[in-house]
């Protein structure tokens, strides 16, 4: 059964051009319901662990310095089959690639600096929820 809850950041591209709110807004739009938000400015270690999937990646140290780069703002969001629904609502990770109205189409500066985060399946959501929200309570459900 897919999980009602999922995570977004508001990556600092989009935090520091004043369009949280604005994304925010869209998603609420698209159906979601906001469970969970924070304001967070990332250490290099702490971006570092939530991006550690990457760390054998080329991109990886320009992600940990760019996402340490401002504040950013993780989200808890909730909606019928949220992971997926989120991902589509964002678009692609190339806003030259995705669909009118989605976040990235209409927030996004490049591919690098894409505006928002999405977990990717069920289980990452669950897993970073805890990582920005521990002992909440605002995995799952």
Known sequence: MPSNRTLAIIKPDAF?????????????????????????????????????????????????EFMTSGPCMPLVLEK?????????AIGATDPAEAADGTVRKLYAESKGRNAIHASDSDENAATEIEFFFPGQGLGGA
């Open 80 to 88: 019928e089959s949220a992971v997926a629904a989120l991902r589509e």
């Open 16 to 64: 520091g051009a004043r369009k949280a709110g604005k994304i925010i807004a869209l998603l609420e739009e698209k159906g979601f319901t906001l469970r969970g938000a924070k304001v967070e400015h990332l250490t290099s270690d702490r971006a570092g662990q939530f991006y550690a999937v990457h760390r054998e990646r080329p991109f990886y140290a320009s992600l940990v």
